[in-house]
């Protein structure tokens, strides 16, 4: 009897895993992965890593696209991180969402910042953010000396947005009078933008969290660190005893000999390569970067298309002197550090702005750059 009731339990269990398919599993799997990148995203805009948030808003959107989800995707946070590239690029003017060139990032930000009201709990907050866009969108096209754009800019948020008639009149001053440190933009600064998206996402993932993956895998990962530092203090204590019985052995030796013999040992601790066939070797393949023209490239609409993406592997090249010509000339243009500045005056052949520090790197070590 009891072998029967065993039998039609595994039955049972048998029948629950056939009912859940293995599609329904994939679906699961992605959102949490995409929940995953849209928390990393949050932490890469809060920490202003511009290089790594991009990479990480190309897989957000690779993954958004897959069959497995189809009309699942949650198009709230997809325009969220539409929302913070914008912001993310904010001071870059050549950088186009629209198709209209005179929409510069910041525009098109208060575009889909306006789409994201339901979502912002602080009405106020929602309205703080909406004035500092209007400001540091005129701001920034007087700090790169445009004063025809941040005219157009004005204009701009007068025909789309509704906002304080003395605020425009202010901003109308400041754009006549070219007044780079005006109390009104130092206090509206970009900073404080970013600051208050800050807030605003932090109150976001405390009301939707999306941190189910990286909680496990955190877990996941405090478990491995454990398991190494228990055995980093059973090796510790290891090498302990061995030194004391060493030390012990050589006091005998010098009583018995009166001189110390040197241990031999067996193997050497000196570190050399592992030949390897090279049939045992891994391909090594590259990811082609898509320009920000084109990984950035959302509408303002409930969701971005991304369809047009395409990213294509070839083959790793080596780095030659045109290429390291136009890293020189990159550094000398935008200064050291901004990688992904660089990026979009040249093409390196899929090279990453990672790619770019490291070879600027091996330029410097070469003497080849000071």
Known sequence: MELEDNNKSATCASNKEQRVSFPQVTVVVTRWTLDFLFVSLCRYFKEDKLDEFNDTLSNYEAISQSPPLKEATDDEKIRICAF?????????????????????????????????????????????????????????????????????????????????????????????????????????????????????????????????????????????????????????????TEMSNDSTDDTKKKKNTGRVRTKRKLLSTKITDVWKPDSCKKAVVSIRRISDHELLKMSSEKSFNTSKMEKTRKARRKWTKNLDQKLKDGVKRHGKGNWSRILLDHDFGGRTGTMLKDRWRILLKAREVS
């Open 84 to 240: 913070l590239a914008r912001v993310m690029h904010g001071k870059q003017l050549d950088v186009m969402f629209e198709e209209d060139k005179r929409v510069i990032p910041l525009m098109s930000a208060a575009k889909i910042w306006s789409d994201l009201e339901d979502t912002v709990a602080d009405k106020s907050l929602f309205k703080n953010v909406t004035v500092l866009l209007l400001v540091q969108s005129v701001a920034v096209c007087l700090e790169k000396g445009q004063r025809s754009s941040a005219y157009s800019a004005l204009k701009w948020f007068e025909e789309n947005h509704a906002f304080p008639k003395s605020l425009r009149v202010q901003l109308s001053a400041v754009v006549t009078e070219r007044e780079t440190y005006h109390p009104l933009l130092v206090t509206f600064s970009f900073s404080r933008l970013r600051e208050t998206i800050q807030s605003y996402l932090d109150e976001y993932l405390e009301k939707n969290p999306s941190d189910y993956l990286l909680k496990e895998a955190t877990k996941v990962a405090q478990s491995q660190q454990n398991a190494e530092d228990l055995e980093d203090e059973e090796t510790l204590e290891s090498t302990r």
